[in-house]
């Protein structure tokens, strides 16, 4: 009985309290990450994909171990990326080839994209969409600081 008195005067200053607190004020340009009214729709930034040829392009370094490579070349050309359609697999669908990167030549995916198939390998149904992992790369604002620092 005395432990529900306490609990009970326990609510009670809890509330009367909140009800004289100052109330909380939240500007709305202040949530979230873009420095601009909730109400407001943004507009991305424009931006463009680097025009280098996907034969000139060169590898980009990778920011840890086991890192899927990014997209050192623009894809807008190849879009959209999916099982029916996918425009990646004429560059770097090169099973023989696995391992053996050469310099000025696509990199081909790696075994983990294929699963074997007969007597060969296949693409997994589950590797149609490339740019689930591998990222094409622009020159933008970055939208957080980021203090991380790979290998």
């Known amino acids: 009985m005395k432990l529900k008195i306490a609990l009970f005067a326990a609510a009670a200053c809890a509330t009367v309290g909140l ?11 202040s949530l979230g990450l873009a420095q601009v009214s909730v109400y407001d729709v943004p507009v991305p930034q424009v931006f463009e994909y680097p025009t280098t040829d996907p034969k000139e392009s060169g590898v980009l370094p990778r920011y840890w171990e086991d890192a899927p490579p990014q997209v050192p070349h623009r894809i807008d ?69 980021n203090t991380f620092k790979g290998d």
Do not use: W
């Not at 009800?19 to 340009?29: C, G, H, S």
């Not at 699963?115 to 094409?136: I, Q, S």
């Open 77 to 145: 050309k190849f879009l959209p990326v999916n099982a029916k359609l996918n425009k990646c697999l004429e560059c770097h669908e090169e099973p023989d080839k696995i391992g053996k990167k050469v310099k000025g030549k696509p990199t081909p995916m790696s075994e983990t994209h294929y699963v074997k198939e007969g007597d060969g390998l296949v693409v997994a149904n589950k590797r149609y969409v490339c740019t689930l992992c591998h990222a094409p790369q622009a020159n933008v604002n970055v939208l957080v600081d």
């Open 19 to 29: 009800l004289n607190a100052d109330p909380v004020v939240i500007i709305d340009d």
